[in-house]
């Protein structure tokens, strides 16, 4: 079984920076695009940025210029570095990513458990 697990969230000041991580755990055979969301209180969950596995990058238009998204292919893993965050940021980060597992011809989406970001002063 695959699964996602993120890391890197808690409480920030505005201004402040978080970086926030996601690695799947399992037998991978390849991954092809991942993705962050958030869903903040009382909305629905919206892309924030996605990079592909050549490394192409997109973000919605309320966090361009504040965040990046990273990848190492070596280690799986996707990377969220979010600057001068703002209170409007808050929210749970999810994970997403198109897995081939290993011995499996069928690519899927899976989904990380989510993590909490708070920006409060």
């Known amino acids: 079984q695959v699964q996602l697990v993120e890391s890197g969230g808690g409480l920030v000041q505005p201004g402040g920076s978080l970086r926030l991580s996601c690695a799947p755990s399992?037998?991978?055979?390849?991954?092809?695009?991942m993705r962050w969301y958030r869903q903040a209180p009382g909305k629905q969950r919206g892309l924030v940025a996605t990079?592909?596995?050549?490394?192409?990058?997109n973000y919605a238009d309320s966090v361009k210029g504040r965040f990046t998204i990273s990848r190492d292919n070596a280690k799986n893993t996707v990377y969220l570095q979010m600057n001068n965050l703002k209170p409007e940021d808050t929210a749970v980060y999810y994970c997403?990513?198109?897995?081939?597992?290993?011995?499996?011809?069928?690519?899927?989406?899976?989904w990380g458990q989510g993590t909490r970001v708070t920006v409060s002063s």
């Open positions: 399992g037998s991978i055979f390849s991954i092809n695009a």
């Open positions: 997403n990513a198109d897995i081939r597992r290993l011995f499996s011809g069928v690519t899927k989406g899976y």
């Open positions: 990079i592909t596995s050549g490394g192409t990058t």
